[in-house]
DNA sequence: CGAAACCGGAGATCCTTCCTCCGCTTTGGT
DNA sequence: ACCAAAGCGGAGGAAGGATCTCCGGTTTCG
């Protein structure tokens, strides 16, 4: 209960203890990607060759080991929409944009319900989401200047789309893991300005509207 | 424990029984239809104003209930395609059979549940898809016969997309309950046949691989 | 070598959900 | 009007999970 993670470094830890606490945070990060997050501590601590009493003495809770776990996760995802900036051609990069993140989610399932809830570490996956938001803006904008992405999308509906796309994986991902590819495709041929669009019939979210969708841990409980 | 509703009707119920069967039933539609089929039983007693007892000696059990109450509901989405075959113009009739169903999906989580699971009611379900396969197949071809829909997209694909859409629903029907609407306006037109069409990448689903991903049970994610 | 740090994992605690049981009430045939 | 059969309510038992604690025994390291 002494030896928080959260303290920079208080004194280094028992040889041994360190070890474990590794193979923690190894089992953990593989489990949660393959089974999401609510795969509990005690099968980490199974998978990490240890007692839970273990992992419980390292991290004060489970979230305190998500938290721990997801700090670099995040940073990739901003990446990756850094990445489609610097693409040359704006479609590309909007494309690469949406393969690289969804590819990322189909190999962790426990980051797609750490991006769209507010479930669990809220504060962290804000700031993440803040700091994306302009950046996949301009990756918009970019694209829709060069005429290739229709104008009547707007950068809400781009969380939107994924969401919708990470739902094909979550149920294809065992049966054929690369089928949302289609689906990607054929999405993308709708984003695409050409004659023929229909014209997007409701407006799109607001930014607010967008946050509460997002916060969404999924299926309320009570009413009145 | 003799009069299960499983005999065809072996004597009428008493007057205040038939009463609450019927309430039961109205409550058990509203609440699955709200809340999706995890509603417990004692919630749906409350809401008819009845015990937990009555429930449970009216249905064996959560499943008989469910089981009674979808085999209208099955029916009408049947009626859907049918009804989609009948339309003129093929695409429109494409189109229609996409907002029917899914506008069915948003009014009723339950039955998004029960098509896209083999959780429940197996057999009246799997009955049901292979009733709607055979006239799903007919608009899909008519629609490319009329060189309106792409050639590539297979009829595996449609339910794959509809899932994808129900998915949207899913989230932001609390917040905006018609976004829906603009994925799939964007979708229907990454599914017309222009000039400009993405190959679509891997190959399509084949029927059993469909099957195992409609059989993924699959609640999402733990709520909390 | 011995004290402080650490370990394992059984099991206490706390949820939920499904369903049963039984004493009391209502119905409806005579 | 009467009363047996049918029905009723809802407390609570059973089962299943998840989170986290506790403590006797082991390991580390000065």
Redesign the pocket.
Do not use: Q
């Given at each position: 209960?002494?030896?928080l993670p959260t303290a920079p470094d208080e004194?280094?830890?028992?040889?041994?203890?360190?070890?474990?606490?590794q193979r923690i945070l190894d089992a953990a990060r593989a489990l949660f990607a393959e089974e999401g997050l609510?795969?509990?501590?005690?099968?980490v601590?199974?998978r990490?060759?240890?007692?839970?009493?273990?992992?419980?003495?390292?991290f004060?809770?489970?979230?305190a080991l998500i938290d721990a776990l997801f700090e670099e996760r995040i940073d990739e995802v901003v990446e990756i929409a850094e990445a489609a900036l610097a693409v040359e051609d704006p479609w590309d990069g909007l494309r690469h944009f949406f393969e690289g993140s969804l590819a990322m989610h189909l190999h962790d399932r426990g980051l797609k319900e750490l991006v769209f809830s507010t479930a669990h570490g809220r504060d962290r996956v804000r700031d993440a989401r803040d700091r994306i938001k302009p950046v996949v803006m301009a990756v918009v904008k970019r694209a829709q200047d060069a005429g290739e992405l229709r104008p009547d999308l707007d950068t809400t509906d781009i969380p939107v789309l994924q969401l919708m796309l990470t739902a094909v994986m979550e149920y294809t991902a065992d049966v054929e893991p690369d089928v949302w590819r289609r689906c990607l495709a054929l999405v993308l041929d709708g984003m695409r300005a050409n004659g023929a669009c229909t014209p997007l019939a409701p407006p799109a979210l607001g930014d607010e509207q967008l946050e509460a969708v997002m916060a969404h841990g999924l299926h309320p409980?009570p009413r009145r």
């Open positions: 209960m002494a030896t004194r280094p830890l028992r040889k041994d203890a360190e070890r474990n606490r609510h795969a509990t501590l005690d099968a601590a199974a990490a060759g240890v007692g839970v009493g273990t992992v419980y003495r390292r004060a809770d489970k979230e409980a």
